[in-house]
């Protein structure tokens, strides 16, 4: 199966805005390889800050259905409210995505799965802001009570004020546990709203495809520099193009055992990216605990501290004799690195 990828700007500011980024996704794209399977358009932005621009509503709808015919090519939007889904059907738009803010509600997303039942539109169901895995799933479940075949998951990361480099924390492992749960609903990565800075999609959207996920949905602006939302985390067309050329695509086989095998291997090349990622941002800390000890003249070496480490490990691991072996060995040699650390900030 092709990979399903959803590309145009986190908001409907104007007709020409939409039809510009619709002609230079064409122009890239027209022998590309990498075919686009949505342009996506919020025409209806759910905000946390009353003041920032919140889409041009309703009247962008006929704009992306003229635009859907030219360019041929599917569009989405995102809904909030049983009456957007009736305001997209009678403007000919057959997939939707709910956002964050939105699934966090089950009297909405209820509202929402019956206003929907009955006809052929697409949903598209993004994580929750907070990392609460019944609520996605839950959301998940009452469209498919409701009779909706079409339906899709993204995965955008969660709100986390202890997130430091990203704008949403990715927490992959939720993302794992729903593609073992529901393995034949797509799951898209959103790297856009994870990272919030244009210079990390890029890694985002490769760690997601080495999971398996099935496509990714990436912000996309014909001038990003003059987006009225979002205007750090979005692409423009060129570099889309350029992006998604240099992504690994993972293939996708049908042959049972090397499709079983693809998926387990999937998952451990993006938990190996994991470890990768939060053994930096130890590291990190470390340089600022080291900081914080040369400041105050604290010891280097603290064992009841240490000590407390090596507990919460052994809280977790498997009960397995060669594997508490191994986290020894891993442990004595991440306190070996840690002290090295601190000694070079410290003199």
């Not at 064409?26 to 920032?52: C, D, H, M, T």
Request: aromatic share 8%; with cysteine.
């Amino acid at each position: 199966m092709d990979p399903i990828i959803i590309a145009g700007p986190c908001a409907a500011e104007s007709k020409e805005q939409l039809f510009s980024t619709a002609e230079q996704l064409g122009k890239q794209f027209l022998n590309s390889e990498i075919k686009l399977s949505y342009f996506r358009a919020g025409v209806w932005k759910a905000r946390s800050n009353p003041n920032a621009f919140k889409g041009v509503g309703e009247v962008a709808l006929p704009w992306l259905d003229e635009l859907s015919t030219i360019y041929k090519i599917p569009v989405c939007v995102e809904i909030a409210k049983p009456k957007h889904i009736e305001q997209c059907l009678k403007n000919n738009i057959r997939a939707v995505w709910i956002g964050s803010r939105t699934v966090v509600n089950p009297f909405v997303v209820q509202e929402l799965a019956e206003a929907a039942q009955g006809s052929d539109i697409t949903i598209m169901i993004k994580n929750p802001l907070i990392p609460d895995f019944k609520l996605w799933t839950g959301a998940i479940e009452r469209f498919l009570n409701s009779g909706v075949n079409n339906v899709m998951a993204i995965h955008r990361g969660f709100s986390d004020n202890n997130e430091k480099i990203y704008r949403n924390n990715p927490l992959w492992e939720l993302a794992i546990d729903f593609k073992v749960k529901y393995p034949e609903i797509p799951l898209i990565c959103d790297p856009s709203h994870i990272a919030g800075k244009v210079r990390y999609i890029e890694k985002i959207a490769q760690i997601a495809l080495n999971y398996g996920f099935n496509g990714l949905m990436i912000e996309t602006h014909c001038c990003p520099a003059q987006a009225l939302s979002d205007a750090e985390q979005q692409i423009t067309p060129q570099r889309l193009k350029s992006l998604l050329s240099s992504l690994v695509f993972k293939s996708q086989t049908t042959e049972p055992g090397e499709e079983e095998l693809r998926v387990k291997r999937n998952l451990i090349e993006g938990i190996d990216a994991q470890i990768a990622e939060l053994l930096a941002k130890r590291m990190s800390i470390v340089d600022e605990i080291a900081v914080i000890k040369r400041k105050y003249n604290l010891p280097l070496v603290q064992p009841q501290q240490w000590q407390k480490a090596i507990n919460s490990y052994h809280e977790v691991v498997l009960k397995d004799e060669n594997f508490l072996q191994f986290i020894e060995k891993f442990l004595e040699l991440l306190h070996q690195q840690s002290l090295e650390r601190q000694k070079k900030l410290m003199n």
